[in-house]
């Protein structure tokens, strides 16, 4: 599953590096950058517990949603039907699978009793953080396109 995973993310990444679009922002480029590297590291350290790495790769299931907004931005169709269903879709699932899921599984480590555990969880922080901010990143946008927040 971990082998697996490190092929995923590293498709995802050179994927991104070869066909992101020039428009995006330096700093979006370097983020998501930045998230896949410290992404791939964290899965050579990560405790080998199924619930952790489980948590950890259905953060991943928010990708379909993202890319597809992110194609049919590209291809002239921001604002069907469908573009508003994916991005209903990416917000959800982003809250519930990168938020709630990876907050969850930083919290309860971090309650644990032994102090190796407790500096393996730290080590995720900043990936947490990272999810934070593109969460909010994700709101923001949402808010744009549906015209409740300035453009």
């Known amino acids: 599953m971990i082998a697996i995973s490190r092929g995923f993310f590293t498709?995802?990444?050179?994927?991104?590096?070869?066909?992101?679009?020039?428009?995006?922002?330096?700093?979006r480029r370097l983020l998501y950058i930045v998230h896949?590297?410290?992404?791939?590291l964290i899965l050579a350290f990560i405790d080998q517990h199924a619930r952790d790495i489980a948590i950890?790769?259905?953060?991943?299931?928010?990708?379909?949603?993202?890319?597809?907004?992110?194609y049919l931005e590209q291809v002239g169709v921001a604002h069907s039907l469908g573009y508003y269903?994916?991005?209903?879709?990416?917000?959800?699932?982003?809250?519930?699978?990168?938020?709630?899921?990876?907050s969850y599984l930083f919290f309860s480590r971090l309650r644990m009793k032994e102090h190796h555990m407790r500096v393996k969880i730290l080590s995720i922080l900043p990936f947490v953080l990272l999810n934070y901010y593109w969460f909010?990143?994700?709101?923001?946008?949402?808010?744009k396109v549906l015209g409740v927040f300035g453009h």
């Open 11 to 27: 498709y995802d990444l050179l994927c991104f590096a070869l066909l992101e679009n020039s428009t995006a922002s330096p700093q």
């Open 36 to 40: 896949h590297i410290f992404l791939l």
């Open 56 to 70: 950890g790769l259905l953060a991943e299931i928010t990708n379909p949603f993202v890319f597809s907004l992110l």
């Open 85 to 102: 269903l994916l991005g209903g879709l990416a917000v959800l699932s982003y809250f519930v699978f990168r938020v709630l899921g990876l």
């Open 136 to 143: 909010y990143a994700v709101v923001r946008k949402a808010l």
